[in-house]
């Protein structure tokens, strides 16, 4: 299973915005769909975004429709999750995986990479 590196976390106020980076050093990701993940305290882990390998098909939990943009940058090998008019109810750690896009629909995810923090202060 391939670990990513996740970046862009912080403490941000409601309604505000923060721009989530994954990629691998010296690794490239054209060949993976990206998926965006997150798990708040006493929450299982659920999907919030993902996208296949040449970006034709991109979806978004319920929850973030409207307010998260799922990109990725196959020349600079990374995926991003612009974040914008955040929620407290956002605070979570978030992760990004790469697989099929069928493993990642299904939350099917072998192992996780540290993930980043998130805090949405209201």
């Known amino acids: 299973q391939l670990q990513l590196v996740e970046s862009g976390g912080g403490l941000v106020q409601s309604g505000g915005s923060l721009r989530l980076s994954c990629a691998r050093a010296?690794?490239?990701?054209?060949?993976?769909?990206i998926g965006w993940f997150r798990q708040a305290p006493g929450k299982e882990r659920e999907g919030v975004s993902c996208?296949?390998?040449?970006?034709?098909?991109?979806k978004y939990a319920d929850s973030v429709k409207g307010r998260f943009t799922i990109s990725r940058d196959n020349a600079k090998s990374a995926v991003y999750l612009q974040m914008n008019s955040l929620k407290p109810e956002d605070t979570a750690v978030y992760y990004c995986?790469?697989?099929?896009?069928?493993?990642?629909?299904?939350?099917?995810?072998?192992?996780w990479g540290q993930g980043t923090q998130v805090t949405v202060s209201s």
């Open positions: 995986a790469a697989d099929r896009l069928s493993a990642i629909l299904r939350n099917a995810i072998g192992s």
């Open positions: 010296q690794f490239t990701l054209e060949h993976y769909a």
């Open positions: 996208i296949s390998d040449r970006g034709s098909t991109i």
